[in-house]
């Protein structure tokens, strides 16, 4: 039997039943453990220094996670470099980009829509490319996205965000669940932000930073939400409260689609039908000739909705007739927002 993605993510979170996916899951625990000990061993290695670190000659802030799958770190990445711009510091962004052989990723087009004059620089080498950026572009602060793990690249502030809708403290390692790494790994994050903790109830909220308070005492724990900034239509943009009562159809391929479904919900969209691709999906031709069949069934008057992400690859101003509105997504904090800007000004001995 092949395992869809959602197959997985059924029976890895016990949603499946039955004998056979309870075994699965037992395959799945035991398959953790070779995980694990890889893990220990090559984070012992950089901890005791038999595994090399380099250091460049700038300040670098990383933005990563624990998890598989997406966090929202593409809000925070543009967060943490429009505050160093607006110190008037010459910032780049590093990161190892899915998909960087066939050109930039839906998360660097994001983010140079947003950041214009931030460069983005995507590869295997990040410590090449960190060289690159300081050499060639005289950067003065580096923000190293998605790299949490890898070690190799010094930086001077790991912050390490948290999805409250996905608990840490009931996952389990990958396969059996979908930690890169242990827990523990969190002793090395200079500040933690809980994201979209909007979309639960406050006391899972509150429960989830007094859990990571008492394990992590010394690490600021933020919060915070992934905030609809505007809506991009054909025509410019708008303000996001137009999609109230507003008849939707939607689509994306994000690493977390129901927190999309979640915002459109929020924003009081009239929903009709929300479908879901792979998280870096790369549209094809048969893709759009597809969602133009499916988007033509519905009332004159819906609007396709999807995400900015999604928007940068598609380019679509109609599909069906209907024109395509996407939504800009911003981190917007709601506690700790002053210990985390102090963080980061620190990193850069400001």
Not at 9 to 26: D, K, N, Q, S
Not at 32 to 61: C, E, F, H, M
Not at 108 to 131: C, F, I, S, W
Not at 150 to 167: M, S
Request: contains cysteine.
């Amino acid at each position: 039997m092949r395992w869809t993605a959602d197959d997985f993510h059924a029976i890895i979170r016990g949603e499946r039943r039955g004998i056979g996916p309870t075994l699965a899951r037992a395959g799945l625990w035991f398959a953790q453990w070779p995980v694990g000990l890889g893990v220990a061993v090559r984070n012992k290695a950089y901890d005791i220094g038999w595994s090399k670190t380099t250091r460049v000659p700038v300040p670098v802030v990383c933005v990563g996670n624990l998890t598989l799958g997406g966090t929202g770190k593409t809000p925070c990445v543009e967060y943490v470099a429009r505050f160093y711009r607006e110190l008037d510091k010459q910032v780049a962004i590093l990161s190892r980009g899915y998909g960087v052989n066939a050109g930039p990723n839906d998360e660097a087009m994001v983010l140079e829509e947003n950041l214009p004059d931030v460069p983005h620089l995507q590869g295997r080498d990040r410590v090449t490319l960190a060289m690159t950026a300081v050499e060639e572009l005289e950067s003065e602060v580096l923000v190293l996205d998605d790299g949490f793990q890898h070690r190799r690249l010094a930086r001077d502030l790991d912050i390490v965000l948290i999805d409250a809708t996905r608990p840490i403290d009931r996952e389990y390692l990958f396969p059996r669940g979908l930690l890169r790494e242990p827990v523990s790994s969190l002793k090395r994050a200079g500040v933690i932000v809980l994201t979209r903790v909007d979309q639960i109830e406050s006391n899972s909220v509150d429960w989830q930073r007094e859990w990571l308070a008492k394990r992590f005492p010394r690490t600021p724990i933020a919060t915070a939400v992934h905030a609809p900034m505007e809506l991009r239509l054909p025509s410019g943009s708008e303000d996001v409260a137009r999609l109230r009562g507003q008849t939707v159809a939607a689509f994306c391929g994000l690493g977390n689609p129901a927190a999309f479904r979640r915002t459109l919900d929020d924003l009081g969209a009239n929903v009709v039908e929300f479908r879901t691709y792979p998280d870096h999906h790369n549209y094809t031709r048969a893709d759009v000739d597809a969602l133009q069949e499916w988007a033509a069934k519905f009332p004159a008057d819906a609007v396709i909705a999807i995400s900015q992400k999604d928007q940068v690859k598609l380019q679509l101003a109609e599909l069906g007739n209907h024109p395509v509105w996407s939504v800009r997504i911003g981190l917007q904090f709601r506690t700790g927002e002053a210990e985390f800007k102090g963080r980061l000004s620190s990193a850069i001995g400001a």
